[in-house]
């Protein structure tokens, strides 16, 4: 079985979340570059205006099930490094189409 695991994330953590997919040998995956959002909680937007500078980024990988815990534990001691930053993961089961 596979996940499917989409990290969105202040620019600011793209070389740290880069380098935990490489610590886990993380191979593919899609990065998706100056996204514009806002947290659902308290998060400030992210707008890349004047009143709002920031930007989000977002890595999007198709993983087996088996590795999913380590990264999302990777990717919660980052978040905790840096809460302001803003990191959130998420996850669905997934399967590759064999062509």
């Given at each position: 079985m596979m996940k499917?695991?989409?990290?969105?994330f202040n620019q600011a953590f793209s070389e740290e979340v880069l380098?935990?997919?490489?610590?886990?040998?993380?191979?593919?995956?899609?990065k998706f570059n100056?996204?514009?959002?806002r947290g659902t909680d308290k998060g400030e937007p992210k707008m890349?205006?004047?009143?709002?500078p920031a930007l989000n980024n977002a890595v999007l990988c198709f993983i087996p099930a088996d590795k999913a815990d380590d990264l999302l534990s990777n990717l919660k001691e980052l978040n905790a490094s840096g809460v302001d930053q803003g990191l959130k993961a998420f996850t669905?089961?997934?399967?590759?189409?064999?062509?």
């Open positions: 499917a695991i989409m990290i969105i380098n935990v997919l490489e610590e886990l040998e993380i191979r593919g995956f899609t100056d996204l514009q959002g890349g205006t004047h009143t709002w669905w089961d997934a399967a590759i189409a064999d062509f």
